[in-house]
């Protein structure tokens, strides 16, 4: 599949094997086999707008949707992994406040946080 020129230049910067590792795959995953196993989430996408991930690893799935859907996608993270989401602070350079440490049992105070109130439901 052939990529922007951001999101190669991404690969070629971060590396595809840490972007992959860092979210939370085990073994060794191509990009391919990444994409052939997620970019069905993409297709439920169907508008634009904000996009929250909850439990969002480095952020790289986000990434990726925004690389394979055809909308204008605002990404929103929240892990409980400080190091990870400081990885996501990486892939998202200009979008930092988008991605916090928020941990399960804090979901309730997600209104306190810098994010949207609201995001549509995809199912």
Not at 37 to 58: E, K, T, V, Y
Not at 92 to 121: H, M, W
Request: aromatic share 10%.
């Amino acid at each position: 599949m052939e990529y922007s020129k951001e999101f190669n230049e991404l690969l070629e910067r971060l590396g595809e094997v840490n972007l992959i590792n860092g979210s939370f795959v085990r073994g060794n995953v191509s990009l391919a086999k990444w994409e052939e196993m997620r970019r069905f989430i993409a297709q439920a996408i169907n508008q634009d707008g904000s996009i929250l991930d909850i439990g969002c690893a480095n952020g790289f799935l986000l990434r990726c949707l925004q690389e394979w859907s055809n909308y204008n996608l605002i990404p929103y993270g929240i892990d409980v992994s400080e190091p990870h989401i400081k990885e996501a602070h990486e892939i998202f350079p200009d979008q930092k406040d988008n991605f916090v440490v928020l941990r399960a049992e804090e979901i309730k105070n997600i209104s306190k946080l810098n994010l949207p109130g609201e995001y549509p439901t995809i199912y």
